[in-house]
DNA sequence: CTGAAAGCGCTTACAG
DNA sequence: CTGAAAGCGCTTACAG
């Protein structure tokens, strides 16, 4: 450190006690009089002297640091999970140590992470290796997926139920009546995705509908809006479109309504998932699938705090139940109307 | 750390050579031969060794790390920063440490932030108490106040030119011809609304020109909604209204859309400040001032690099110019039409 | 180039 | 309760 970082020798030296019971002063339970501690306290008061919590990392092999890896910030679900997880940690003595990822380097990424022997990591971007996974198990560093999986991976996950919540929504359009449904795609190989389509596919082949059109957006905005332009190209309109979440929907909406002139939900219907803030704006009242948040973070916290102080590393799976929110995006079977309104 | 982890004395005795070796072998620049270092290499592959980047911290007092507080992601300005930041810093071999703060516990997160021996603080909330700012200076921690600053602070500060971007946008509005222009102010003690007010009420009085209404609304959605309905609960209706920031400014556009049945802007313009990324969406079309994140980024990483090279920290003020960038939320002079046409 | 050794700032048995 | 000492996993002069 740079010049004027004081240690505990220095404040053992003032305090006239030894190394020892500075650092004892420090250290809630360990055995030392009050006297000392407060001689020790004072001395290091008047030092301007903090433990250096590097070195009782090292000491200790606790690092209290849990690494949050995140590809982008786009989609303001991340943001809002990256606040909400970070307090969660902090009120528990965590620290985050975030990295941004890219598509391709996570492997790499990940070395670094190890390097500093953080406790925990949490994959808010895209999954592992397993060759890496496998790492982390052996060094025993619990692994937590955030709103992603993998089958049979080695790592523990946390998901809202994409499939179900895609079948409720999906319900809700047919309900509706709507007879020409469009989905927009997200990332195709993103397992977010492939639920949720999955979802979608299962209530339509169910209520034996077929799939209007289908377009992929790859959840980015650009992406949704030329989608949404490709599925107007082609002949017959749909008059509903689901969207693989929301952030695509938004970009939706607004070439719906901008460049085509149609009306939401007067002309066509729009759904979402995520229910992100933006999804409750009274610009867009998107109907959507809210994946709860805080549930998610606690669900991902107790894990990772469980496998942390049993010092065992077990794949557990957590499925956080999806709710339907239902707002003004997208037209309402009379019945549902009425549910939603009481 | 727990059961699996690997040092460097376990990678010398499988490579036969001393740990001092293996620590040489991970250092770019040290000097050992060919031979050796693969030696080593070969077996710290073989083992899953990883340098221990907290005792290499700890040795030579460069944690690699950089503190950055934040209160709040809801404003999108600041997950887009945060991704900026941590992208230039990981490119220059430095790590995000993330703080979550909240009004009035700045110092104590503070304590716990130089805990960490961070090379660096940036501080995207609220301001350090100056006891604190003086220890980091004691310390030789250079800090940035981010979009804010504090006059005759210790902390050097990089922001945008509030003052005379705010000054250009009032500009643009009373050139197109508006009699009464209301302000939505943020948080009131915060340094970026009193520069854009500031700015704002220079140029109004400059044109003769008196403020029609000011509400305030805190930088909150839920403020700034407020503050819309009680600008238009007054007799005397505003025929623009000059936002804070954009976050507030699509609050507002929404009430005046849905609640006012107002149309933007042929009935009413409104502008913001930040410009960002849903300012460019459709459904906005938001007409601001651009706080350009890349310049402010580079700035920010500038001073950090620079004096945590130099080990001394002086105080620097940046200011990078901002830019009014014209959208279709105001109402436009005939030349500027033009102009931006062009 | 290489190893033995001292040192970084701590924690924590071990004796008293 | 208290201090001297060993140890955590490294880095880095110092000799060879």
Same mark, same amino acid.
Request: glycine share 12%; charged share 30%; aromatic share 4%.
């Given at each position: 450190m740079a010049k004027g970082v004081v240690t505990s020798g220095q404040v053992a030296k003032l305090a006239k006690v030894s190394q020892s019971a500075v650092s004892r002063a420090f250290s809630?339970?360990?055995?030392?009089s009050d006297d000392v501690r407060k001689r020790v306290l004072d001395a290091a008061e008047q030092l301007g002297y903090r433990p250096n919590a590097l070195a009782k990392a090292v000491n200790?092999?606790?690092?209290r640091l849990i690494a949050v890896l995140v590809?982008?910030?786009?989609?303001?679900f991340y943001p809002v999970v990256l606040e909400t997880l970070s307090r969660a940690l902090q009120a528990r003595g965590y620290q985050i140590l975030l990295f941004m990822t890219d598509r391709g380097n996570q492997d790499e990424v990940i070395q670094k992470v190890l390097t500093y022997r953080v406790e925990g990591i949490v994959m808010a971007s895209a999954d592992m290796s397993s060759t890496l996974a496998q790492q982390c198990v052996d060094t025993g560093i619990p692994v937590v997926l955030f709103n992603r999986y993998v089958p049979n991976s080695l790592s523990s996950s946390v998901v809202t139920d994409n499939f179900e919540g895609a079948r409720k929504l999906t319900r809700l359009l047919i309900d509706a009546g709507h007879q020409n449904i469009a989905f927009i795609a997200g990332a195709e190989d993103s397992s977010t995705n492939k639920d949720r389509e999955a979802g979608f596919l299962a209530e339509m082949s169910e209520a034996g509908m077929p799939v209007h059109l289908r377009e992929v957006g790859s959840y980015t905005m650009e992406g949704a809006e030329e989608a949404t332009r490709r599925l107007f190209a082609a002949r017959g309109r749909p008059d509903a479109i689901f969207v693989a979440n929301d952030h695509m929907a938004f970009g939706v909406i607004d070439v719906l309504r901008?460049?085509? !002139?149609?009306?939401?939900?007067?002309?066509i219907s729009v759904v979402g998932f995520d229910?992100?803030?933006?999804? !409750?704006w009274k610009g867009y009242r998107l109907t959507t699938v809210r994946q709860p948040v805080e549930p998610m973070v606690r669900a991902t916290v107790d894990i990772l705090m469980e496998q942390i102080s049993s010092n065992s590393v077990e794949t557990r799976a957590i499925i956080v139940p999806s709710q339907v929110i239902v707002r003004r995006s997208c037209r309402l079977a009379p019945f549902v109307r009425e549910a939603v309104s009481r």
């Open positions: 809630p339970g360990a055995s030392i200790t092999g606790r690092s590809t982008y910030l786009d989609n303001h901008d460049d085509l !002139g149609l009306k939401v939900p007067e002309d229910d992100v803030p933006e999804a !409750g």
